[in-house]
C-alpha cells in the first residue's frame, strides 16, 4: 500500500510516518505543502491520502476537501480544532474518516484501515446506486419506445416488447440502448 501524508508540520508527520510503518505501511510520500497539492497527489498516486491539519484555515480545509473529491481514493484527516461546519464539509467532501484531537501514532493504523473500509462501502454502494438509476433510465425509455410502437405499429405491448427485443438481439445491443433510438427517430419525425 502506497499512503500520501498531507502534513505542513513536521513534528506532526512523523508521527503519522512513525504510525504507518510499525502498522507495516513502509511506502509513504510526505508532501509538506499544500502548493499545487492535486497535481503532486496525481504524481504520487496513492492507494490512500491522510491529511493532517493542525489547526485547520478555511482556506486550507476547502483545498483539502477538494482534493478528496478529485481523487478517488480513501482519506483520513486528522486535525487538532474543529466545528460542525467543517465536519460537515469534509463528510460531503468524501473524508472517510475525520479524527479531531486525536494524532497518535498506535491510533493511525485503526484509522487507516477504517478509511479505507468506510471508502470501500461508500464506493460499493455508489456503484450499486448507478446501475439502479441507469436501470431505471432504461426502463423509462423502453416504456417510450414500446408507446411509440405500440401507436405507430397498431401492436400489443407484448409485442412491441419483442420488436425491441429481437432487433437488440440482431444488432447485439441492449434493449435500452434500440429504445432509445426508436425514441430518438420518433422526436425527430415527429418535427
Known sequence: MHVAVIEENSVRAAILVDGLREAGITSVEVISSTDGL???????????????????????????????????????????????????????????????????????????????????????????????RSELAGRKVIERAKGILMKTRQVSEEEAYELLRRAAMNDKRKVADIAQSVVTAASLLEK
Open 38 to 132: 492535486l497535481r503532486r497527489l496525481t504524481a504520487v498516486d496513492p492507494d490512500v491520502i491522510i491529511i493532517g491539519l493542525e489547526n485547520p484555515r478555511r482556506d486550507v480545509l476547502e483545498q483539502m476537501f477538494q482534493v478528496s473529491k478529485v481523487v478517488s481514493r480513501p482519506v483520513a484527516m486528522f486535525v487538532d480544532h474543529t466545528d460542525t461546519d467543517m465536519i460537515a464539509a469534509a463528510i460531503d467532501a468524501g473524508v472517510s474518516a475525520y479524527v479531531v484531537d486525536g494524532l497518535r501514532k498506535d491510533r493511525v493504523k485503526p484509522i487507516v484501515e477504517t478509511a479505507i473500509s468506510r471508502f470501500n462501502a461508500f464506493d460499493r454502494l455508489q456503484r450499486e446506486l448507478d446501475a439502479a
